[in-house]
Structures are given as C-alpha cells and as structure tokens.
Nanobody, 121 residues
C-alpha cells in the first residue's frame, strides 16, 4: 500500500483543517489506519486511529473533541478533520496503515509522505 496525503497548510488558531490520505497503490481492505504527528523537536506520536470496520476509533487525550477521523473504504481514503486548532497542534502529520493492532504505534508499516500543519497564534 502506498499512501499519499494532502490538505496541510498554515492556519490561524481557532481555525479548521482537513487532511486526506489516499492509497495510490493497493487498497485499504483489511487495514487499520492511523494519524501520527511529530511536533518540532519532539517524538512522533499516534493521535488518532481507526480500524477497518470504522468502529471503536482511538483518540489520544490531547485531541479528543477536536479531531475526527473517518474512512471511505470504497475510495481507499481516510480523513482527519481538525477543529479549533491550537499552536501546539503545529506538526508534521503522517497517515499510516497496519494489518495489525490499529492502537499499537509499532504495528504501522506503511506511511504517507507527511503534511506540514502550522498553526499561528
């Protein structure tokens, strides 16, 4: 599976943004999908993940209530809607796919190229 992201950019605090991630080769059939982010100078972390079924979505505490993910399996596309953006959301955002446990960071082995999201205060 090859993943291609789109939708990053510069946004003012309080604004919204939607990231998309599509499979350019292969499909998402059977894969869990995750959204990771890596703020400047920090480790990459899993913030949202969604299993193949679309149920029991995982959200990190730091993003609950502001981040929403959904997937369209027919289009092999996953989305990340980010509302009420904060300066601390500034990071490179990566989508990733796994055939294993969608909650486990180490399970992801297919990665998008990353999208820069910058939030100005």
């Amino acid at each position: 599976v090859q993943l291609v992201e789109s939708g990053g950019g510069l946004v003012q605090a309080g604004g919204s943004l939607r990231l998309s991630c599509a499979a350019s080769e292969g499909t998402f059939v059977g894969y869990g999908l995750g959204w990771f982010r890596q703020p400047p100078g920090k480790e990459r972390e899993l913030v949202v993940s969604i299993p193949w079924t679309g149920h029991n979505i995982y959200y990190a505490d730091s993003v609950k209530g502001r981040f929403t993910t959904s997937r369209d399996n027919a289009k092999s596309t996953v989305y990340l809607q980010i509302n009420n953006l904060k300066p601390e959301d500034t990071a490179v955002y990566y989508c990733a796919a796994t055939g294993g446990d969608f909650r486990a960071e180490s399970a992801y082995n297919y990665w998008g190229q990353g999208s820069q999201v910058t939030v100005s205060s």
